[in-house]
């Protein structure tokens, strides 16, 4: 048997995340200790640079400079049932109004700025070629998955690649803080079960109303989450519950999280989508969990069972459920501070002695 | 009787300060509901674009471009009863600090493009001379509030108006969103003083450890607010209330505070001195409320109580208690983010329409 290219490459990705560096980790706490600041000021501010010294395995951290986001578009089966209220050729039109610049997350990346690349790893309208866009469509949406697998495996390995490729072509460009960003009609069906699936939490408590599930809507969308979960109940094999609950967008996160964190390059995470790609990828490779930021906390109820369960306190809490991106990138200038205080900011030691 | 040139120009100021533009407010909340996002998706985000259409009174609002930081530094009598751990003298020298660039304010400050302005209006100790500083000491530091009033009456006129010109050399610079900072030995006991007097609150309650005050040294500075504030327990006039308990920094930040509002421009706040000197000048100019954003919520209890009188809900809580501004500045990025929604991001009859 030969392994396919994108199992090479993903088996490749996963075995060059290595555990983040504790030593470094130390080593800046206690220079944050040292800084002109009484003990404990800075709060999380303060806690987030041993965090990003680990990550890149260095006592004082690299500078945050160029953020860069990926969103991963795509579609899902599962809104043959009228899972969200919006139809499913709006994750085309939006994927036209990323390119363009004129979604949300493109406002706030010129925020922060950031560098956008759009990837279309599975959408099922037709997308007009754009030099924002990547278009790396592995198939137009995923199965319904209340019948069966929503993906085959090599779908999901398609997919994955897809997402490291795009990821790394942000951190060849100079990238050094990667950004999750998604879009895709239905896509909070599919988190719920993911997220159900890989943290044991019940489906029913980490299922929410998405864009905005009517009563009925959420009845259905809580049932449907259910079913999926079960079939996979028994099932140990993390790539069969991927691809079985899985959107296409969901895999390629997957690929730009170990794409990151084998950079060695803090990732960070933006809404549910995001955050059940997570619990996902700390399962294929659990060192990935070290290299991940939680940008805000989707008041998707799974998004905060997903960060609950990888142990990550989010940066923001500002009622945002829009995805795209958005909530990570408003946390984006936090963890650049960070980045910046041991050589920005003055030691007590200096500032008493002068 | 002559007024007083600060007098007349605190007056000036306070009659400058005009209710915020609801039409505006109703304007823009209309056309933050018609962007392409799900209704309620943009959270608090979507919240802010409204505030800030009142602020300046166009349905759109003014773009956000240029912050810009008022560290207002001050001595503090009550110091005497040893109410921080860190001796009066770590004033003058943070003052240093952040004129050198090298306080924690200024790497936060580089990080959102802010400027900075350090106000010497009270420091007790040898301040030297810096580009960066404006030296507009009305005396080296507030008397003990314990035995009598920290300021008379025209020197907390005279720290309002240094207060307030600092900041209207920003907005005269192009400056369009002020930023609140910090810094003086002492300042949190003058704050708990403050808001209990103000908002009603127990004095016990709203007094909290500061920069690291221990057991002991928390029980006697409890003691100290709780008898400052008995002594105005009576009192009607706001202005002897800040002149008997306030810090200069907090009457400069008033300037500040009111100088923003008669410009029309948001004034960002950034923890407990400047949430103190918030409920201050409200009293004096009730309207200027409508012209304030909460950045952080301080762990200081003196803070949480202070915004709740207010109405304003903080947009970060990340556990910071330093003052400088810090807190304020890692918001930065969120209201610039709503002050660009309406111009940057597509309605949803455009996406559709498509």
Redesign the interface.
Known sequence: VTASRPATATADLISRVVPVDEGARVAAAESVAA???????????GDLTPVLAAICGRATPLPIVRPGLVVAAADHGVQLHGVSP?PQE?TA??V??FC?????A???A???GADVLVLDVGVAGDVAHHPALRSRRVRAGTRDLTVGPAMTHDECLEAIVAGAETAQELLDAGVDLLITGDMGIGNTTASAALVATFTGADPAAVTGRG??ADDVTFERKRAIVAAAVARHGGDDDPWRRLAGLGGLEHAALVGVLLAGAAARVPVLLDGVIADAAAVVAARLAPAVGGYLIAGHRS?EPGAAAALGHLGLEP?????????EG?GA??A???V??AS??LT???QLD???G?
């Open positions: 800084l002109a600041t009484p003990p404990g000021a800075l709060g999380r501010l919006y709006v039109l939006m036209r109004t363009e610049g004129r979604g949300t493109n406002v706030l010129d925020t922060v864009a905005g008041t940066l923001l809490d500002l009622d945002l459920r829009l995805g958005t990138l408003l984006v200038p936090i650049r501070a910046s205080l920005g900011v003055a200096e500032v008493l002068g």
